[in-house]
């Protein structure tokens, strides 16, 4: 049982845990288990938080987080890896390190910087590193509206806006880029995807007129990662992801009493 091809499908998350359960690498585990891929973890962040907000925030000393990379290198065969909540300049750079260090499949990239609640994510001064050093290895980059605006210092308005944005993600060394828009106004959220061979397309959606929404990006990002392990190709692997995302909105589970969880049980099985 030693083959490659005998391997069950597994996906990787770097980021940080939630501790309400609704975010961060719970709701990456909750994703990939639902896709039936198997889910390994680096923690590069424990926070305190809940549906409320942030409460706290430890980023995790640099020599477990090459540990665990290594870790797994050693003896699993990860398809593909997705990475979320970095902190600062110094975690991004490690984690960037690692990435290019090991062949962990395709890179997905979400650059989270802020949460719902408002609270920083990550610092300042790691934006750069983010550009200079995470952007050149992602397989795709995954930005909501605001994240895309710092990446690019484009202030998307426009659709032409935000196809320039895409653009620029893409200059600074992403393959693929997919700006996400649940932070844009009206009745309909568009998600605007640029790949590699310049082809672009939208995916739109109605807004569910509901708070309960935390952890969509993380839940977007890593059902696309889990897609990617399971086979399918990154178009495919988007537009399964964004079926999958909208269910756990739409079909709401009661946990908590501010920003809730998403329902990662909702496409059954
Ligand atoms: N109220 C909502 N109804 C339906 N889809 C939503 C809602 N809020 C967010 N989404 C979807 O979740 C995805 C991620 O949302 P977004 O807020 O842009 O990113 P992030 O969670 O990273 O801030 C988008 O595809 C968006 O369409
Ligand atoms: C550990 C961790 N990672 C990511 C997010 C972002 O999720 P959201 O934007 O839905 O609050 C979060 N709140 N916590």
């Known amino acids: 049982m030693s083959s490659d091809l005998q391997q069950f ?9 939630d501790s309400s359960g609704g ?4 709701a990456d585990v909750a994703t990939a288990f639902a896709h039936h891929v198997y889910p390994a973890t680096v923690v590069v962040a424990v926070t305190a938080q ?3 907000g942030v409460q706290g925030a430890t980023l995790l000393d640099t020599n477990i987080i090459e540990q665990q ?13 997705k990475t979320g909540m970095l902190g600062d300049r110094e975690h991004v750079e490690i984690v960037a390190a690692a990435l290019a260090k090991y062949d962990l499949g395709p890179i997905i990239i979400d650059p989270v910087m802020v949460a719902k609640g408002g609270a920083k994510l990550l610092t300042d001064d790691a934006i750069t590193a983010v550009k200079e050093k995470l952007l050149p290895l992602a397989t795709l980059v995954t930005p909501n509206l605001l994240e895309a605006q710092q990446l690019t210092g484009i202030t998307i308005n426009t659709p032409a806006d ?3 944005a895409a653009r620029a993600l893409q200059a600074l060394g992403a393959q ?11 009745d309909e959220l568009t998600d605007y995807v640029l790949l590699a061979d310049q082809s672009a397309f939208t995916l739109v959606n109605p807004r569910l007129d509901t708070t309960r929404t935390h952890g969509t990006g993380d839940t977007y990002a890593a059902a696309i990662a889990s897609n990617l392990a399971l086979g399918h190709d990154l178009k495919t692997a988007i537009t399964l992801a964004k079926d999958y995302l909208y269910a756990t909105v739409a079909n709401e589970i009661i946990v908590g009493h501010g920003h809730g969880p998403l329902n990662h049980w909702a496409k059954g099985e």
Do not use: C, E, R, W
Not at 9 to 16: F, I, K
Not at 23 to 26: F, H
Not at 176 to 186: F, Q, R, T
């Open 162 to 164: 935000l196809a320039a």
């Open 23 to 26: 975010a961060g690498i719970n």
């Open 176 to 186: 693929n880029v997919l700006v996400k828009g649940g932070h844009g106004a009206g």
């Open 50 to 52: 809940n549906t409320y």
């Open 9 to 17: 499908p597994q996906m990787l998350t770097v980021a940080g845990i």
């Open 69 to 81: 990379f290594a870790s797994i290198a050693d003896d699993l065969a990860i398809k593909a890896v």
